[in-house]
């Protein structure tokens, strides 16, 4: 399958979500779909810009499991969203689980387990004194702007070291 035909098949997996969330809330808005997000997140419903973002290098690696339960995770968080009434909810809550259950008859997992080498490279070594640690190039910057990090094992502030 082409990255078209995959990219595709997840809009209509969308689309096929959200019909089962208009059982619940006939008025709720159609998301938007984006396969812009990268890093180690496999999607994101992003109610600002009205939609769900993917991420397209897991999606790739992990179709069954996207189609299975991100969309529907994502979905689930749309609609809680658009039912919400009063003070902000938490976004792994209990109405979020009710939906994930109920709706889509899934376990309420809140993160997924895929191998995320691919999405989120981590060319920036750096090295306490137990071991070596890789960092994004997001990372990497925070510590070039004055961060400082940590090893939760042995303490140290960790170094750059490009040769590594």
């Not at 689309?15 to 496999?42: F, H, I, N």
């Not at 689930?76 to 909810?89: C, I, M, N, Q, S």
């Not at 939906?99 to 809140?110: D, K, Q, S, T």
């Not at 990372?139 to 961060?147: I, T």
């Amino acid at each position: 399958m082409s990255d078209d035909e995959l990219h595709k098949a997840a809009q209509v997996r969308v689309e096929q979500a959200w019909q089962r969330c208009l059982e619940v809330s006939p008025s709720l808005p159609r998301p938007k779909v984006w396969l812009d997000l990268r890093g180690a997140a496999a999607g994101q419903a992003h109610l600002g810009r009205g939609g769900l973002r993917l991420n397209p290098i897991l999606l790739g690696e992990n179709r069954r499991a996207f189609f299975d339960e991100v969309i529907p995770h994502e979905m689930a968080h749309w609609l809680v969203f658009h039912l919400k009434d009063g003070p902000r909810l938490k976004p792994h809550g209990r109405e979020w689980k009710t939906v994930m259950r109920e709706l889509f008859g899934l376990a309420p997992r809140v993160t997924h387990r895929f191998d995320i080498q691919q999405a989120q490279p981590t060319p920036y070594g750096y090295q306490c004194d137990c071991q070596i640690h890789r960092f994004t190039a997001r990372r990497h910057a925070l510590v070039v702007s004055g961060r400082h990090y940590r090893c939760r094992h042995c303490a140290k502030t960790l170094v750059y070291t490009p040769e590594v």
